[in-house]
């Protein structure tokens, strides 16, 4: 599970963040000022900051400075600022991926997985990360390209077992034994309606082509 560190001088923000990242999976650490945020990272051990800029003590510009003078951990802005100078100095400053506030929880913790992912830190054991797919089975929810996508239960499932084998190239048949737990008896477009469908919700994430048509045989992820 990652080990987190949080840098937000609202107490009521740090919290809710904490509070949620716990529930996800992960050790959290609070500091609530620049200053102390460079104590704790001292400490190290840290897979991933999160971070205001307005923080009393050490202002978070400088934070960030002295983090990538430091280490090479990934680093997520939060961010009241909104203006594109604004985030494009973020960026160049060294930070990872920025968030203005207000932001949800649900898009956080998905940009926290693709950090980790590129990281080679998995976000937990029990989440499947797939580009910028980040799927809960046990919340059965999937969130793309920090969008939350909804879906049916036959589609969380198949989507659930092509992630769980990103190299595998499935049969209709054995996605449709897999996921409806029947025999598979006769040729039908069960599953095509279904990966058209789902195809179609990830459409506005830009992910739909991360499913691939293997023809003559069925279906399989992009690598």
Not at 65 to 82: E, F, N
Not at 104 to 109: A, G, I, K, N, P
Not at 191 to 196: A, L, M, P
Request: aromatic share 8%.
């Amino acid at each position: 599970m990652p080990n987190i560190l949080i840098v937000e001088d609202d107490p009521s923000i740090n919290g809710l963040i904490a509070e949620y990242l716990r529930q996800k999976g992960a050790v959290c650490t609070q500091a609530f000022s620049g200053t102390e945020g460079r104590l704790c990272f001292g400490a190290g051990g840290f897979d991933l900051v999160l971070m205001d800029l307005m923080l009393p003590g050490l202002p978070g510009e400088e934070l960030l400075a002295w983090l990538r003078q430091k280490s090479g951990v990934p680093v997520i802005v939060l961010t009241a600022r909104d203006e594109l100078g604004a985030k494009v100095a973020l960026l160049s400053g060294g930070a990872d991926d920025y968030l203005t506030k207000p932001f949800e929880l649900d898009e956080l913790w998905a940009r926290i997985g693709v950090q980790l992912r590129h990281a080679g830190t998995p976000p937990q054991s029990g989440l499947l990360v797939y580009r910028d797919w980040v799927i809960d089975p046990a919340a059965r929810t999937l969130t793309a390209a920090g969008s939350p996508v909804e879906l049916t239960a036959h589609e969380f499932d198949i989507l659930e077992l092509l992630a769980a084998h990103p190299a595998k190239v499935f049969t209709k048949q054995e996605i449709f034994e897999a996921v409806w737990r029947q025999d598979y008896f006769v040729e039908d477009k069960t599953i095509n309606v279904h990966i058209s469908n789902l195809r179609a919700k990830l459409r506005p994430t830009g992910t739909e082509s991360y499913i691939q048509t293997v023809w003559g045989i069925g279906f399989k992820l992009a690598p």
